[in-house]
């Protein structure tokens, strides 16, 4: 789709879009997450050429007692969005579940994103709360 692809990555390859959407204004390191050198975790990247447009993060993490990936560190470069990219992403983080045989996902999720996750089927399952580094988020799950 529009020359963008979904590549499986190091996270090395992802800290900079987070930092940069993510984590604007924090030190660099604000962007590695705990989970990231996991050998269970995968990292995507969204490709144009060699630039990274977008990010996601599945790591294998229980959802109330039940076995779950998480969804971290979703990011599309601000001049790439509504292009598809985080749909693309999304897809491939269902591939992903479905190959570590998991039908749950769950992620914390931006109030600003919110309205782009339910568009996906992803539904709210908590109260506003807040991430201090990261702004007013709401628990969102998904089955599959």
Same mark, same amino acid.
């Given at each position: 789709?529009n020359? +963008? &692809?979904?590549?499986?990555?190091?996270?090395?390859?992802?800290?900079?879009?987070? %930092?940069?959407?993510?984590?604007?204004?924090?030190?660099?390191? #604000?962007?590695?997450? #705990?989970?990231?050198?996991?050998?269970?975790?995968?990292?995507?990247?969204?490709?144009?050429? /060699? #630039?990274?447009?977008?990010?996601?993060?599945? =790591?294998?993490?229980? *959802?109330?007692?039940?076995?779950?990936?998480?969804? &971290?560190?979703?990011?599309?470069?601000?001049?790439?969005?509504? &292009?598809?990219?985080?749909?693309?992403?999304?897809?491939?983080?269902?591939? +992903?579940? /479905?190959?570590?045989?998991?039908?749950? =996902? *769950?992620?914390?999720?931006?109030?600003?994103?919110?309205?782009?996750?339910? !568009?996906?089927? *992803?539904?709210?399952? #908590? !109260?506003?709360?807040e991430?201090?580094?990261?702004?007013?988020h709401?628990?969102?799950? %998904?089955?599959?």
């Amino acid at each position: 789709m529009n020359g +963008i &692809r979904i590549e499986r990555v190091r996270a090395e390859e992802i800290i900079n879009l987070r %930092h940069v959407v993510l984590r604007a204004g924090l030190p660099r390191e #604000s962007a590695k997450f #705990s989970g990231d050198d996991d050998t269970q975790t995968v990292h995507l990247a969204a490709k144009i050429q /060699a #630039s990274v447009i977008g990010c996601a993060t599945v =790591l294998v993490n229980e *959802w109330n007692g039940e076995r779950a990936c998480q969804l &971290r560190g979703m990011a599309v470069d601000p001049a790439e969005q509504r &292009r598809g990219v985080g749909r693309l992403l999304l897809a491939e983080v269902e591939v +992903i579940a /479905a190959e570590k045989k998991v039908g749950l =996902l *769950w992620a914390n999720v931006r109030k600003v994103a919110v309205a782009f996750y339910q !568009k996906y089927g *992803w539904v709210i399952v #908590s !109260k506003e709360f807040e991430i201090p580094t990261a702004g007013p988020h709401f628990k969102m799950i %998904h089955r599959f």
